[in-house]
């Protein structure tokens, strides 16, 4: 074959064209510290690094923003709770000094003003947030958990009432002490003559003032709120109020038989008005009941088959005495006076109040163990004020929203139900992806910590002391009005017998601070340990955040370590076939001028 010098410059042309392709790689190499600048350098390599930069990519995503995302979330929870257990532990303390330290009313006034003040301060932990997302409230992250005073204006300007249905097991049935006295106060304007105090009637010398005070054990479930609506009241739709009551077990009392899970609507008899005993007689219709053998029945002839209530439960209707009271004290007092032989329910406190016959008839802890329902309260409220917890948090409840102002007419309202699919909204957990195919749960639900009870018992401590202000108060008064009278006067020994039933009343009352008090202690004990369980189990999921942490970060490094085996360079090595590169391209060019300087021309 004849080379040519054509041949020879296109050879040496292409030679040194390689020669710059492969100095111009060895250069970018140099740049951009890695091995390939597109795929086809090296598919292989290209193959391996995106694989290599997608788990570089996930573990950094997993460790630098939801891992420390979490752990924020877990420390802002864990500083909650521990001025939670703090406050509880305050509240333990004050419970147990003060019944030897306290004596008056007006020590114990003031007392309560500083449990009301840890109280508050106990509710306020439950709205801390996170980044504007409220931390204890579940999915409802928008929502706090304690209604603001921003909530009360909206409230103003939008009225809201909820439907809340609330269930009660057997130990929720509580105990309380009433004391009565209301024959010390009688008859002190003066007798028939107008002469001065008159002996209240029923004492004699049989029945002394001191004997007519008497000290009775009660029964109740206590509701998580107060300041529920009146059976007397209409809801904001305006329909008739009611209350609906499923209770685990009736026996009718004349045929004995047995049914389970009634449930009982009970609203305010037509034309009902307070009695002289101040209670509000209450109409019951039976909605539902199961027999003995299991079958439910309902008051619905036009079923196919037809079914009925049985004509025991229709006298139950009729037979079971409800009242409502507004006062308190007047329920308590009808219920130990006998004048209200069922259920009292009192709304303002947020009670259902019975006696100890009608609790040894109608409750026993087989019976809420064989039902399957319980004892469930249907109940409406629609005053709120700030610091009262939200239901949408712990109830299966439906809320009533006025959507439009105060002088819009017709007016408009939204219902939205809450919880209806799950318990008490107790699958409102939020876990964050921390790694692959690992998830932490990072919230802490309200309802593990911030339970009603506790503004519940301030209302228990108030009802105990109003009682023992009121016996001051009329202590006072007769050591007043004695005072009138001389020594050996009718009216001086009427006054002193009174006195001596109110010593009796004082010390009962006074007995019954004393065990609130012990039992006080006992329940912040139990607040406290629920609030340490939370506490213990969010600790250990931080615990399990940092392992998890510490893994992901020994994992990004060993990606970044592969990674850039796979995509770096040896510097010192590129650097070296960069220089060997160089002379040689120095080289080709002097050979190849030295070539085009000659051709066959210069030899003719």
């Known amino acids: ?47 391996r690094a995106l694989r290599l930069r997608s788990n570089v990519t996930a573990v950094t995503q997993y460790n630098d923003r939801n891992a420390e995302d979490a752990d924020k979330w877990l420390a802002l929870t864990a500083d909650a709770m521990k001025t939670v257990d703090g406050v509880l532990e305050d509240l333990y303390k004050q419970a147990m000094t003060a019944p030897n330290k306290y004596q008056t009313s007006d020590e114990l006034r003031i007392l309560l003003s500083q449990m009301k003040q840890m109280t508050a301060e106990f509710y306020t932990c439950a709205n801390v947030d996170y980044a504007g997302r409220y931390i204890f409230s579940g999915f409802r992250t928008d929502l706090p958990v304690t209604f603001t005073a921003e909530d009360k204006k909206e409230m103003d300007i939008h009225p809201v009432s909820y439907n809340i249905n609330e269930s009660f097991g057997f130990h929720d049935i509580s105990e309380i002490s009433y004391t009565g006295y209301e024959k010390l106060s009688e008859n002190l304007i003066g007798n028939a003559a107008g002469t001065g105090p008159a002996t209240a009637p029923g004492i004699d010398d049989t029945n002394s003032y001191e004997q007519s005070v008497k000290n009775d054990k009660l029964y109740r479930f206590r509701i998580s709120y107060n300041n529920l609506d009146s059976l007397g009241s209409t809801d904001m739709e305006g329909n008739p109020q009611k209350l609906t009551v499923t209770v685990p077990v009736y026996t009718d009392p004349a045929t004995n038989n047995v049914y389970r899970d009634v449930k009982m609507e009970i609203t305010a008899a037509a034309g009902a008005t307070p009695g002289a005993n101040g209670g509000l007689k209450a109409q019951v219709k039976v909605l539902s009941a199961t027999d003995s053998a299991g079958n439910v029945l309902k008051p619905d002839p036009t079923a196919t088959p037809p079914v009925t209530l049985p004509a025991d439960l229709l006298t139950a209707e009729t037979g079971l005495d409800v009242q409502e009271f507004q006062d308190q004290e007047e329920a308590y007092k009808a219920i130990s006076e006998g004048t209200c032989t069922g259920i009292a329910y009192i709304p303002t406190s947020g009670e259902l109040a019975f006696s100890k016959e009608f609790y040894d008839k109608n409750f026993s802890e087989a019976a809420f163990n064989d039902s399957k329902a319980g004892f469930q309260i249907n109940y409406n409220k629609s005053s709120w004020q700030s610091g009262d917890i939200n239901p949408v948090h712990y109830f299966n409840c439906t809320e009533t929203l006025r959507t439009t102002g105060p002088g819009d007419n017709p007016a408009k309202y939204r219902k939205t139900a809450y919880n209806t699919q799950r318990a008490d909204g107790r699958d409102q957990d939020i876990y964050y992806d921390v790694g692959y195919n690992q998830q932490i749960q990072v919230n802490t639900r309200a309802d593990e910590i911030f339970t009603h009870n506790v503004q519940r018992d301030m209302d228990d401590f108030e009802h105990y002391i109003k009682q023992l202000e009121d016996i001051e108060t009329l202590e006072a008064d007769l050591e007043k009005k004695r005072k009138e009278y001389a020594e050996d006067s009718d009216e001086y020994k009427d006054l002193t017998l009174r006195l001596e039933g109110v010593s009796k009343a004082k010390t009962y009352i006074r007995d019954s601070i004393h065990t609130k008090f012990e039992n006080q202690m006992t329940k912040y004990q139990q607040y406290s340990d629920d609030t340490r369980v939370a506490m213990t189990d969010s600790a250990t999921r931080r615990s399990r955040l940092e392992l998890i942490s510490t893994r992901l970060t020994n994992q990004k490094l060993t990606f970044k370590e592969l990674q850039q085996d796979n995509e770096g360079i040896d510097i010192t090595e590129v650097a070296v076939e960069l220089t060997a590169s160089e002379l040689t391209y120095n080289a080709a060019l002097m050979a190849t001028g030295k070539i085009m300087q000659t051709n066959l021309m210069n030899f003719i």
């Open 1 to 47: 074959m004849r080379m040519t010098n054509k041949i020879m410059r296109n050879n040496s042309a292409y030679n040194i064209n390689q020669n710059k392709i492969l100095q111009d790689k060895l250069t970018n190499q140099m740049t951009t510290q890695s091995k390939i600048v597109r795929p086809s350098d090296d598919p292989v390599v290209a193959i």
